[in-house]
């Protein structure tokens, strides 16, 4: 009986991880989803042609403007070759199990890149639950007490460790539409193997920008909209007059998922190069205020390098800004070039 | 607390493990605990409704016996009363004042109340009543400890929606408890499993599509989606009820109890009556020895018959809810009885036409369900008339739901030929395992977990 009622569950975990630990069902997620995005975005990463030693991987979320296209126009210039895994939504939390998938023994890039609003800005994610959806396909059993444990509250430590655990908890929604829509589904699945890469690497993200915008920072108003922008948009655009993240946590999270990131790559050919990302269409007076992030003391250390703080400060422009967080194409493909020649400054000439 | 919430298996293992762990004298109080945990885990208010119904049952069995002959009917008299009593106002108070102010013609709700329903209390009464009638006919010695009688009225796995189990079943399992062997816990898992299936897996994934239809059916007319609305609810409503039914035999021979089936395949029927034999068994049980049978049955002529078949039928459909819709599904089923009767139906089997027979019961029992799901009679009315005269429209089914009831029928006809449920009791330990874990499997991949969707029954 005792055997019986033991085998049960084992068969169970090992048909649960056959299906979704493995290539069974993992290729098959919904390529538009959050999960399925970062799985295809990290896949295309780990099947592009490997330039040489000399490539420097960024992550980050929305606001990341590098265009790896623009950049690598430089690479004679530069002597490197860019890449990005940026996914909006993202967090460091992500960044780090994101980093580990696409480069497993932490030697296969001269430099990663983490750009962060503000040196001396931290950000307390830790009870995002939301990072469970991007991070579910390459959670390891092995993840699962230190990611578990990593978020803030029991309520999202048991959802975080469930999913993390039972991985068909997360994805039977996914799965139920693979049932019901699977023709379309692999129509979308074909189009992304094909061209999401490409896509990726190659797609516009328009000219529209922000200039016309312009705020009473004193007062806390709007006061003219660009002629272009409906009802949403400005509702959108009112957020820039609020302060972009809580500071709660003194850097604890901060210092904890940059920490692993800098953990993992310590004593390798890697340099983690922290950037300071264009602070927006216009600097807010209170991206100003001091407070107390990890970051600068990573650099006293020497652990980490850091741009130039000044180094985008030509991008903050309402025309080189599509909304009032992230940079239109010219102003990308700008922030791009300004980057790699940033990086090159800082890693010095490739040495072969 | 529901049976399909984590919860609740926390809430179980902490039982198993305090029940096998302790002495055997405090394994009667350590259930009791837990039964009215469970019950306050809902509404702790309610525990004193469910402590007086106990105290009253209990005391009238103590007395029953022991008072004159002719008080031992006034015993009873006040037992039932007060157990109907309570059940009256709780359930049916609204539906009774509504419908006198409606013919009174005042304006509507005057009387009305902001009652809620107690959990289960159709069932514990049930049960409740049973005990005392049995005691009163001197076939049930009355149970001297309160907490033994106690336990039998509140014991969790069956407290909220059955199966009602009879007071002698309880307790020849009670007062010989012995531990269950290999095969009982085995079996006991299986059907644990197998019901948290048939509730996650199934009976959510049709409630889906129930729902839709029967919130708003003129949103989707025509006769495929009417059809398919009232499908989807046929299948829910017995993987649903059944569902429960199982984990709650299953957990009771897990520790060391034993209760009645509550259902045999019942869409495999081929006659109304048969689906009777087969559907919600204890209660048609309970409603044919406290009711048509004190009614006079069949022992007085076809008229006073088919009359005590619509009685007890009108009355089985009120038990289930308060309202016109539950009266008219009962007649319905107590009109398609007598008619089985008159013709001698059930009696008259032709192997060749069974299939027939049985797609043609099922189709009556689907029929019925419009009126126990729909909101109303001029709704069902609708529904009825969709099904039959509703132009085209589209089915409400998804392809992959047809062919998980195909398996499912595959399955169940080889269960009624085979039973292959008690075979994989006994199968190697790789099948028994393997089928298990694919239980689990489903109810992780297919079945209803964003929120915990309540038993049907529960309401009742």
């Known amino acids: 009986m005792l055997v019986r009622l033991l085998a049960a569950p084992l068969i169970f975990f090992a048909l649960e991880a056959l299906i979704f630990r493995t290539g069974v069902y993992l290729p098959y997620l919904e390529p538009f989803s959050t999960a399925g995005n970062l799985q295809g975005r990290l896949g295309d990463e780990e099947k592009r042609f490997y330039a040489g030693s000399y490539e420097v991987i960024a992550v980050g979320d929305s606001r990341m403007g590098l265009r790896a296209r623009a950049a690598n126009q430089l690479t004679a210039e530069t002597g490197y070759t860019f890449a990005t895994i940026a996914i909006p939504g993202t967090t460091p939390r992500c960044w780090y199990y994101m980093l580990r998938e696409v480069d497993p023994h932490a030697n296969r890039y001269s430099a990663v890149i983490i750009p962060v609003n503000d040196y001396d800005d931290s950000q307390d994610g830790a009870g995002r639950l939301l990072d469970l959806n991007y991070l579910v396909p390459i959670l390891r059993y092995s993840d699962i007490p230190e990611f578990t444990l990593s978020f803030d509250n029991w309520k999202a430590r048991w959802l975080a460790f469930r999913g993390s655990l039972l991985k068909g908890f997360f994805f039977k929604n996914d799965f139920q539409d693979f049932l019901v829509n699977y023709k379309p589904r692999m129509e979308r699945l074909r189009w992304d193997r094909q061209n999401g890469a490409a896509a990726a690497y190659n797609g516009d993200w328009g000219a529209r920008n922000v200039a016309g915008l312009s705020v009473d920072w004193k007062a806390g108003k709007i006061l003219s909209y660009p002629s272009w922008m409906d009802a949403n948009k400005r509702q959108e655009t009112n957020n820039i007059l609020l302060p972009a993240f809580t500071f709660s946590d003194g850097g604890t999270y901060d210092r904890k998922w940059f920490g692993k990131i800098i953990d993992r790559y310590r004593g390798t050919r890697t340099r983690i190069i922290f950037i300071q990302l264009p602070r927006g269409p216009f600097v807010r007076p209170w991206s100003l205020w001091p407070r107390r992030g990890p970051i600068r003391g990573f650099a006293a250390e020497g652990t980490i390098l850091l741009a130039d703080q000044h180094a985008f400060d030509s991008v903050e422009r309402p025309d080189l800004f599509g909304d009032a967080m992230h940079m239109n194409q010219p102003g990308a493909e700008r922030f791009s070039v300004l980057l790699a020649r940033e990086v090159r400054r800082l890693l010095g000439p490739p040495s072969r | ?460």
């Not at chain 2, 293992?13 to 009215?36: D, E, K, M």
């Not at chain 2, 989606?225 to 009820?241: E, K, N, P």
């Not at chain 2, 032709?350 to 126990?372: C, D, H, K, N, Q």
Request: hydrophobic share 50%; aromatic share 18%.
């Open chain 2, 1 to 460: 607390m529901l049976f399909n919430t984590t919860q609740f298996f926390v809430f179980l293992a902490v039982v198993l493990a305090l029940f096998y762990t302790c002495p055997r004298p405090w394994r009667r109080v350590i259930l009791l605990a837990a039964s009215y945990f469970f019950y306050m885990s809902w509404n702790v208010k309610f525990v004193l409704l469910l402590l007086t119904l106990t105290v009253i049952d209990y005391t009238a069995g103590i007395w029953i016996p022991r008072v004159r002959p002719e008080r031992r009917k006034l015993l009873l008299i006040c037992s039932l009363s007060a157990n109907l009593g309570f059940l009256g106002f709780f359930k049916y108070y609204n539906f009774l004042t509504d419908n006198l102010v409606a013919l009174l013609k005042l304006p509507p709700h005057s009387f009305a109340l902001d009652i809620i329903l107690p959990l289960g209390i159709s069932f514990h009464t049930f049960q409740s009543m049973s005990y005392v009638v049995e005691v009163y006919r001197g076939r049930q010695e009355p149970v001297r400890n309160p907490i033994d009688y106690a336990l039998f009225i509140s014991f969790f796995p069956q407290l909220v929606a059955g199966p009602i189990v009879r007071a002698r079943e309880f307790f020849a399992d009670f007062y010989n408890w012995r531990a269950p062997s290999g095969e009982e816990i085995l079996r006991g898992t299986l059907m644990v499993i197998f019901g948290l299936a048939k509730k996650m897996v199934l009976a959510d994934q049709f409630a889906r599509i129930a729902d839709m239809y029967f919130k708003q059916p003129s949103a989707h007319p025509g006769m495929l989606a009417a059809w398919s609305g009232v499908l989807a609810f046929s299948m829910q409503i017995y993987f649903d009820f059944s569902g429960y039914t199982d984990m709650a035999i299953g957990m009771a021979q897990i520790l060391g109890f034993h209760f009645p089936m509550n259902f045999r395949r019942p869409y495999l029927a081929d006659s109304m009556t048969e689906f009777w034999r087969r559907w919600h068994m204890s209660l048609s049980r309970w409603l044919r020895d406290y009711l048509y049978i004190p009614l006079g049955g069949n022992r007085h002529g076809r008229l006073q018959t088919y009359r005590n078949l619509m009685l007890t039928m009108l009355l089985g459909g009120l038990w289930h809810g308060a309202s016109w819709n539950f009266v008219v599904w009962g007649g319905y089923h107590g009109v398609l009885l007598s008619l089985e009767r008159v013709t001698d139906l059930p009696g008259r089997k032709t192997p060749l036409l069974t299939p027939l027979r049985i797609a043609i019961t099922f189709t009556l029992a689907s029929l019925g369900w419009v009126f126990f799901r729909a909101a109303d009679l001029p709704t069902s009315g609708y529904i009825i008339g969709q099904m039959f005269a509703g132009g085209a429209s589209h089915m409400l089914w998804y392809g992959w739901q047809l062919w998980l009831i195909f398996s499912i029928l595959v399955l169940t006809v080889l269960q009624e030929k085979l039973d292959w449920f008690e075979r994989l009791i006994t199968a190697p330990a790789w099948v028994y395992a393997t089928v298990v874990a694919s239980l689990l499997l489903s109810v992780e991949l297919i079945g209803v977990s964003d929120v915990a969707v309540p038993f049907v029954y529960f309401q009742f």
